[in-house]
């Protein structure tokens, strides 16, 4: 595992498990389910383990070998298991001196097309709740899925749903996750919710080579990234390989090309006075929080 693939946003672990679909290749999913005491990650941390390969972390270095080495059995096995580890002890074989100092619950389990339907809503920039049982009367890995529109969908039965619909909504409005115990006279489960937040929408205004580093920096702080160009031979995937989209447009048109909410942000940096102004007057129309624009004083004013 390099630095490059340790650190990266939630948004790229799951585009790794889409891609694993896609390519029908064997993944293995690990996820922090609960934390007693210290830990670099929180429960929803991710990690997507292929054969040679790993992108996201568990730890911050901890137990990724561990985790990879049973992965392997989990592959084989191709059933999910939940792993706890203690690494609050004294004799360093955890921890490391790292400052894993804390008791570490992880699922893993294969990636299938269960997985598809959370890849999806976040590709589409929508917000999700995924509940999964981890432990009790119904089966390890059933799945449910929890939006503000439509509520619970998935494989749950109505009673499951019912009770986790509210803490579900309240995990998902927070961005958080966490372990959740509903006890009926229809069965006894622990369920894993993780509240999974759309990325925030950044677009950015130019194709000059400034935009690249933008873009770049951008990615990192875990926005979707649309680069939009007013030179159509320049506005190009192949110019800025880290956003999420390209798009050609004219200054008058960008409304019609890109959907503008209160969880989109704007920089403008086109080194053009005119289609910066242009850009400007739309984007003052839209809902979006903020404007940036680079240059000097004189040409803000």
Request: glycine content about 10%; some cysteine; overall charge negative.
């Amino acid at each position: 595992m390099t630095d490059s693939n340790w650190s990266v946003p939630e948004t790229t672990v799951l585009a790794a498990v889409g891609d694993a679909l896609d390519a029908g290749r064997e993944a293995i999913l690990a996820t922090v389910i609960d934390v007693e005491g210290s830990a670099y990650r929180r429960p929803g941390a991710k990690m997507v383990i292929e054969a040679g390969e790993s992108a996201g972390s568990v730890t911050a270095g901890c137990l990724e070998d561990e985790v990879r080495s049973i992965a392997a059995d989990v592959r084989a096995a191709g059933e999910p298991r939940v792993e706890t580890f203690d690494l609050t002890g004294d004799d360093g074989t955890w921890g490391l001196g790292m400052g894993c100092n804390g008791i570490i619950t992880i699922l893993l389990e294969p990636v299938d097309e269960s997985h598809r339907p959370v890849v999806e809503r976040v590709t589409e920039g929508g917000d999700v709740g995924v509940a999964t049982v981890v432990n009790g009367d119904r089966p390890r890995g059933e799945r449910g899925y929890y939006t503000p529109e439509d509520g619970f969908s998935g494989d749950f039965p109505d009673w499951l749903c019912a009770d986790l619909a509210e803490p579900t909504a309240a995990l998902l409005d927070r961005g958080e996750a966490d372990t959740l115990r509903i006890d009926r006279d229809e069965g006894s489960v622990e369920v894993f919710v993780d509240g999974i937040e759309a990325p925030p929408h950044l677009v950015v205004f130019g194709s000059g080579p400034d935009v690249g580093p933008v873009v770049d920096l951008a990615k990192r702080a875990e926005f979707r990234v649309t680069v939009v160009g007013f030179r159509g031979a320049q506005a190009t995937s192949e110019a800025f390989p880290a956003a999420d989209a390209v798009l050609a447009s004219s200054p008058a048109s960008v409304e019609s090309a890109v959907d503008f909410d209160s969880d989109t942000y704007a920089v403008v940096m086109t080194h053009n006075f005119v289609d910066d102004q242009l850009v400007l007057d739309a984007l003052l129309d839209t809902p979006v929080p903020y404007i940036g624009l680079m240059g000097p004083d004189e040409r803000f004013e």
